[in-house]
């Protein structure tokens, strides 16, 4: 079959099944198409460097309210007549900061009625952000795209190649295979409604950007499960700057050879879940095993041997009451720097977190670092681990400029170098950490406590602290300042 043919096929389907039977379609150049299709039992070769399948929707002109739009709001006014009608999509998006580089607000919205003037327009669901600077609506007409049983084979060259790059679409795979790509197998662009099972994503052999599957620029609404991937830098990543990437649920991820995070969020991206995170670094690798960088994120169920990299969330947003859930066991945890198995840094321009819950176990040089020098105030941080250390176990650091008010502590913390210290509570000024309660044990070394209130620190009962400078069950006491 020729890609003549099979564009054919999709123009005359209406979306109807096109099962290919086995047969490959090797393509010259980027194949794209603005149509419905869902394509069965295909094998698709892409020969050359750049982008290989492209289905896109039709998007509209942008059209611009008459006023700011608060979060929260459910109706949008317009000066002249847009031509929406009821049940329509729009991708809105303005100029307001998202982060502390440029990535912008955005959301999907869905009209629910227009009023007998056309002029407004009442959406189905509230906004979920505030929209004040230069606003853009585009009504999107989008398009579904489905793929079943196929297999897309690129270069496997270090260049730019991208298999299937999907435009404000709705797109769904399953039990496909993507290899020898450079780039990315599969990138999403500013698509709504994303379904992916069972699918695999091998040898992309790009330095720098190397992905199973990436989601940028405002998609929204996503769910993939089973997922398997090799020779890769991340499985999944959600990034891009024109737009925050929202609403995703991934399950079941397991990469092979992993040369960076398997699990990424750039700052882009709100309301992201990743459950079940298996597999293994490359000798080479770099970096963190896990990275979250957005807002309002959750990674449960970690679980990778002599790991390279760490387990950790450095929020970049300027959301209000941010928050983020990490847990995982890093068993011979083998950093190539000295970063901790589990890593926190507060890094917001604004906004403030509400909490962050860090669980989990191993063993490795150190368990936590949690550190903040901005002003962006941290309201609980609350820690579970089970961890053997050769160095120091854990750290909370207050810079001159941060801020921890509540720390829960909980877990087993054991220091095998006996004489050194394992807990440390450090703010750089007075105040710098409010009241912190640690319930846990530490097992070697000392606990220390420098520039914070000893009567605002507190071992619960039947907690301990033994280690050459404390070796007591304690009750409910105030710790010595060090």
């Known amino acids: 079959m020729t890609p003549a043919d099979l564009s054919a096929l999709i123009a005359g389907s209406n979306g109807a099944i096109i099962d290919g039977g086995g047969q490959t379609v090797t393509f010259a150049t980027k194949f794209t198409f603005f149509a419905d299709a ?161 699918n695999s994503f091998k040898f992309a052999k790009n330095a720098s950007q190397a992905y199973g599957m990436s989601f940028l620029n405002g998609c929204e609404n996503i769910l993939v499960t089973n997922s398997s991937g090799e020779d890769l830098i991340h499985l999944f990543t959600f990034g891009g700057v024109g737009g925050i990437n929202r609403h995703g649920l991934v399950t079941n991820s397991n990469l092979i050879g992993a040369r960076k995070a398997i699990v990424d969020t750039h700052a882009s991206a709100d309301m992201i879940t990743f459950l079940g995170v298996t597999g293994s670094v490359a000798p080479d690798a770099i970096s963190e095993l896990i990275m979250m960088q957005g807002a309002r994120c959750k990674v449960l169920g970690v679980n990778v041997t002599n790991s390279k990299g760490c387990i950790s969330y450095q929020p970049m947003t300027r959301l209000e009451n941010d928050w983020c859930e990490l847990d995982g066991v890093l068993v011979d945890f083998n950093p190539s720097t000295d970063q901790p198995a589990f890593f926190f840094e507060n890094l917001k321009p604004a906004g403030s977190i509400l909490y962050v819950k860090l669980s989990g176990g191993g063993n490795g040089p150190r368990a936590l670092v949690a550190r903040s020098n901005v002003a962006a105030e941290i309201k609980m941080l609350q820690v579970d681990l089970n961890f053997v250390s050769s160095m120091m176990s854990a750290y909370i650091f207050a810079g001159a400029s941060g801020k921890f008010h509540n720390i829960d ?38 606990y220390s406590l420098r520039n914070i209130n000893s009567t605002r620190v507190r071992a619960m009962d039947g907690s301990q602290l033994m280690g050459s400078s404390i070796a007591k069950t304690l009750g409910p006491v105030s710790m010595a300042v060090t």
């Not at 929406?84 to 955005?106: G, Q």
């Not at 007075?430 to 640690?438: C, E, H, Y």
Request: include cysteine.
């Open 38 to 198: 869902d394509l069965r039992n295909f094998k698709f070769a892409f020969p050359f460097d750049g982008v290989g399948m492209n289905p896109r929707s039709v998007v509209g002109a942008a059209c611009a309210p008459n006023s700011g739009l608060p979060r929260g709001f459910v109706q949008i006014a317009f000066d002249t007549v847009p031509g929406f009608i009821a049940d329509d999509m729009l991708f809105m998006k303005s100029d307001d900061p998202w982060a502390n580089t440029t990535e912008i607000v955005s959301q999907w919205v869905r009209v629910k009625s227009v009023s007998p003037d056309g002029l407004t327009i009442t959406l189905y669901a509230p906004l979920d952000y505030t929209f004040l600077s230069n606003i853009r609506l585009y009504k999107t007409e989008i398009k579904t795209v489905k793929y079943t049983s196929c297999k897309f084979t690129g270069l496997g060259a270090a260049n730019a190649q991208k298999l299937l790059q999907p435009e404000s679409c709705a797109v769904t795979l399953q039990n496909c295979e993507f290899e020898k790509t450079g780039m990315a197998c599969v990138e999403l662009s500013n698509c709504y409604g994303v379904f992916a099972a069972n």
């Open 409 to 446: 502590m909980r877990g087993f913390y054991e220091r095998t170098n006996q004489t050194a210290e394992n807990i440390l509570f450090h703010a750089t000024l007075p105040g710098g950490i409010g009241d912190a309660v640690f319930s846990g044990k530490s097992v070697g070394g000392t």
